[in-house]
């Protein structure tokens, strides 16, 4: 007997257009231009990203910086309207507006930062809260940028590890241009934006998640529920040694209530086992709230 099974209808995702996001978006855009204009110019350091190898280029071939920033983004946009979103390429092309109108309307500011490491630090901690703000609003002002997000959904790699690679290659070819020097301080200044804006993108506070082996199981979910207001979960698990069948507490809670986590369960039962690892982003209830992304 043949038996058709029809899987249950599915809600079907609809990209919007949202103004916070767009809001976001102009404001990351401001910061960073504020980053470019006012501390990294003046200051004569390259910055990283596809500007910064446009920036090469144009040393040496002798052909303006725009116009190597557009012939490399042609394809990159291409390629993030195949494989990330049509959203994600408006918000990009929006980006990219916004940030060359507030570039053109800074052109002139200057914070007069004369000691160059305190530019490479600040202003790279300016433009990694700049680009993290746009990364976050599911954004980007074009170049790099399309490859970490493409990067990210298909293989995991952060957004600020990706932009280090690429970074590193900018600043082999600027030995090229620049002396060694410079260079040195722009790497500081283009590792200080990968931080930052990789903690901007998944937040200040991270969690940690807690598996814990126990005979008295139980009684550590209801404390950690009652005491804690956090939620726990039964994993099914064998002892490969002993062969016994046994339930794991798996629960995350806020890096703050990791040492009542720990003194709940070893006074419940001092001869629990636990496993604690660092998680990057957890969403849902008592969490963040939970969306796509790009």
Not at 22 to 42: D, E, H, T, Y
Not at 149 to 176: A, E
Request: hydrophobic content about 50%; glycine content about 10%.
């Amino acid at each position: 007997m043949e038996i058709n099974i029809k899987p249950p209808s599915l809600k079907k995702f609809t990209e919007t257009i949202k103004i916070l996001d767009l809001v976001g978006i102009a404001a990351g855009a401001f910061l960073l231009a504020v980053s470019i204009q006012g501390i990294m110019i003046p200051g004569n350091l390259l910055t990283g990203g596809l500007t910064g190898l446009a920036i090469v280029l144009e040393y040496i071939f002798k052909i303006d910086v725009w116009i190597w920033y557009a012939l490399l983004n042609i394809p990159l946009l291409i390629a993030g309207y195949k494989y990330v979103s049509r959203r994600f390429i408006f918000y990009s092309i929006f980006g990219a507006a916004v940030l060359t109108i507030f570039l053109a309307l800074l052109k002139y500011i200057d914070f007069g930062i004369e000691d160059i490491f305190l530019s490479a630090v600040f202003g790279g901690a300016l433009s990694g809260v700049g680009s993290g703000l746009i990364f976050r609003s599911k954004g980007s002002t074009g170049g790099i940028d399309i490859v970490a997000v493409i990067i990210r959904r298909f293989w995991g790699f952060n957004i600020g590890q990706t932009f280090l690679v690429f970074n590193i290659f900018v600043l082999s070819s600027s030995l090229l241009v620049f002396n060694f020097e410079k260079t040195l301080y722009a790497a500081v200044s283009i590792y200080i934006v990968s931080k930052v804006m990789d903690t901007v993108v998944t937040g200040v506070e991270t969690t940690r998640t807690a598996m814990i082996i126990s005979a008295q199981n139980n009684d550590i979910a209801q404390v950690i529920i009652h005491n804690l207001h956090r939620g726990c979960t039964y994993l099914a698990a064998k002892g490969a040694y002993t062969g016994e069948e046994k339930e794991i507490v798996l629960v995350t809670v806020a890096k703050t209530q990791l040492p009542t986590l720990k003194e709940i369960v070893f006074a419940v039962d001092p001869k629990a086992f636990i496993i604690i690892n660092e998680t990057i982003e957890a969403f849902g209830k008592g969490f963040r709230i939970g969306g796509p992304e790009f």
